[in-house]
């Protein structure tokens, strides 16, 4: 048992298996370890976690995407590693204390929201979500031209892990693909050409298919959000909105050429995610446990 034991408590709410949780524990190296996750919601669209009474005092970490209130209701709590990938509510001032650990689960995502990305794009290009939509209605009717991917450029805005996964994907069906990251010296498996935010302008003219895999911040906030209006491209598929859910008086449910999905290209319905984000919450313990920089660390704001 380590030194620690008295003034380190890890409160993890992963829904593990008894095998999955002797990994945490011999991760962990004696440091204490409280499991609340419930086994049962394995396999379910989402989890849930909630730091008990008990333990509030007490934990110095946690594991789990816990209600942002609960954080100021843990006075000692040091680091927080949630098991999604975006954190926003957790990065706003008076959330977590000045000083704190804030990690992610990015690289979990990649595969689960690029494929689905890349069905939208596919559907999109051969009118799928047309046909779809005249389903109720009967409608034996042609909705017209197709296209191939083969051959057409996708300029992918973000290329991180979801980025990166789409880019590759469209690699294999012969796209050529363009990237614009912010730090331009990151390389991007599956980019062919990587520019700045600052030449968004200048690449799009190059661009059959546009894909946006960034964070909500000031500057990617509803980033193309008229081209769909004024008819500037073919469709649109859109898996996030603001706010969530889209409200039902959204022009968006009508519009045929655009198709919406509520915000399920990540969440667990790849089991291959769950793996990943288990695999890096328990690549984090081991790291905390032994004193060392943690994987995943975001920024808090102000």
């Keep these: 048992m380590g030194i620690w034991n008295d003034r380190k408590l890890i409160v993890n709410c992963l829904p593990l298996t008894e095998s999955e949780r002797a990994q945490f524990t011999r991760a962990a190296k ?17 989890w849930t976690a909630a730091v008990p009474e008990e333990l509030k005092a007490k934990a110095t970490a946690v594991i789990g995407n816990i209600a942002p209130e609960e954080c100021a209701q843990c006075p000692k709590l040091e680091w927080l590693q949630t098991w999604s990938a975006g954190v926003d509510k957790y990065q706003h001032p008076g959330i977590l204390q000045p000083g704190s650990m804030l990690t992610n689960a990015t690289g979990a995502y990649g595969q689960s929201v690029s494929e689905h990305m890349f069905a939208m794009m596919w559907a999109i290009m051969k009118n799928l979500h ?3 939509a005249s389903n109720p209605n009967a409608m034996w ?8 991917p083969n051959g057409k450029t996708a300029l992918i805005i973000g290329t991180g892990d979801i980025g990166s996964h789409f880019a ?15 730090n331009l010296a990151v390389e991007a498996p599956g980019i062919d050409h990587m520019v700045g935010f600052d030449s968004l302008d200048d690449v799009l003219q190059y661009a059959d298919v546009i894909a946006m895999c960034v964070p909500s911040t000031p500057t990617t906030r509803h980033l193309l959000a008229e081209a769909l209006a004024d008819g500037a491209i073919r469709g649109a598929g859109i898996d996030v909105t ?8 959204s022009p968006l449910w009508s519009e045929p050429r655009c198709l919406v999905t509520p915000h399920v290209a990540g969440g667990n319905h790849l089991e291959s995610t769950e793996r990943r984000v288990i695999a890096i919450a328990l690549g984090n313990v081991r790291c905390y446990a032994n004193g060392q920089p943690l994987n995943n660390l975001m920024p808090l704001k102000g």
């Design 30 to 46: 004696g440091m204490p370890q409280e499991f609340v996750g419930d086994p049962a919601q394995r396999g379910s669209m989402s």
């Design 141 to 148: 009717q042609d909705a017209g031209r197709a296209i191939s």
């Design 242 to 249: 603001e706010p969530e859910p889209l409200p039902e008086e």
């Design 130 to 132: 047309i046909y779809a």
């Design 168 to 182: 590759r994907l469209c690699k294999n069906v012969g796209m050529a693909t363009i990237g614009i990251r912010r």
